[in-house]
């Protein structure tokens, strides 16, 4: 799982070795469409789109993006000390 992260090429090459690793699902959390974009723009930067788009069209898929959806405040939950 990928949570709050740009997938900027800077980080490329430890990212790259995580998502092409064999027997890996990776599952992206993105904020907004424009977020979404963004990330999918630096993926294909990194992988190469035809990489990208085999990964997202694999059967079960390789990569797949899901919304993330706002926290709820659970206030019944007290720390114990």
């Given at each position: 799982?990928?949570f ?11 990212l ?10 990776t ?15 630096n ?6 789109q035809?990489?990208f ?9 390789q ?7 706002n926290?709820?405040?659970n ?7």
């Amino acid at each position: 799982y990928i949570f709050g992260h740009s997938l900027d090429v800077t980080d490329g090459d430890i990212l790259r070795d995580l998502i092409l690793n064999d027997n890996v699902s990776t599952t992206i959390f993105y904020h907004n469409k424009e977020n979404m974009g963004k990330q999918i723009a630096n993926l294909v930067k990194m992988l190469g789109q035809d990489k990208f788009i085999s990964m997202i069209n694999n059967v079960p898929r390789q990569i797949c993006f899901k919304h993330q959806q706002n926290m709820v405040s659970n206030k019944a939950c007290k720390i114990i000390e």
